[in-house]
């Protein structure tokens, strides 16, 4: 089935590490988006990618850092750089156009201990 | 800049009352609206949008929304909830960014208790 696949669906992180999250998708969308979601906040985003090996800033991008080099898979590292990093992450996609739905994965919640 | 507000951050009714979600925008353009309905730690699934043409819009589960320019709103309602209601809603606007990309910009969420 198309869909959005993001692992691992729990994560844990000493301080001081950086760990990876992984997105990737078979809908053939061209844009990808990663979310940051706080209880009372909504949905922040990160970083947003509209085609391969090219990515923007989102809103809170510091400590975070991502990479587009399939079409496929928009993975998001988060770094030691980032403060506060307990959060639940998701991960979307969609075709190009301001009237085009994005599709969400299950979310990453990480944790750190 | 375009954004969105939800009022009300907690809703509670009765089973088999009406739902009302509000969500004003704030839009120098036309505005595409969407309403996601998200369930414990799962991601967002689309109910509805709106883009152009008629202003109530009918979407999954019996949710609908109207657009409504005059007071800048696009309010979420059902006419009876069911216990299978309860989530959190989240209204958000289609933007366009400096570099001319699309992104969503999200409302900081409503959740939804159904009393039975």
């Known amino acids: 089935d198309g869909g959005i696949t993001q692992s691992p669906k729990y994560l844990f992180r000493k301080e001081g590490q950086n760990v990876t999250l992984s997105c990737e998708q078979n809908?053939?969308?061209?844009?990808m988006y990663w979310y940051r979601q706080d209880p009372g906040q909504g949905l922040r985003l990160i970083y947003y990618?509209?085609?391969?090996?090219?990515?923007q800033k989102g809103d809170i991008a510091e400590g975070y850092s991502v990479s587009r080099e399939k079409k496929e898979s928009f993975p998001l590292t988060v770094t030691s750089a980032q403060k506060n990093p307990t959060a639940f992450y998701l991960c979307?996609?969609?075709?190009?156009?301001?009237?085009?739905?994005?599709?969400f994965g299950q979310g990453t919640r990480l944790t750190v201990v | 800049a375009q954004s969105v507000t939800q009022l009300g951050s907690h809703v509670s009714v009765s089973e088999g009352a009406l739902v009302l979600l509000r969500c004003n925008y704030s839009?120098?353009?036309?505005?595409?609206l969407f309403w996601y309905v998200q369930y414990p730690n799962q991601g967002l699934q689309l109910l509805l949008k709106?883009?152009?043409?008629?202003?109530l819009v009918k979407g999954i589960n019996g949710f609908e929304a109207e657009f409504k320019k005059s007071e800048t709103s696009f309010h979420l309602t059902k006419p009876s909830a069911h216990m299978s209601d309860a989530a959190e809603y989240f209204c958000?606007?289609?933007?366009?960014?400096?570099?001319?990309?699309?992104?969503?910009?999200f409302g900081t969420g409503t959740r939804l208790t159904i009393i039975p």
């Open positions: 979307a996609s969609s075709m190009r156009g301001r009237n085009t739905e994005a599709f």
């Open positions: 839009s120098s353009v036309p505005p595409y």
């Open positions: 709106y883009t152009t043409g008629a202003t």
């Open positions: 958000a606007v289609s933007v366009i960014t400096n570099f001319g990309n699309e992104k969503l910009t």
């Open positions: 809908l053939n969308h061209d844009a």
């Open positions: 990618s509209q085609i391969v090996n090219d990515f």
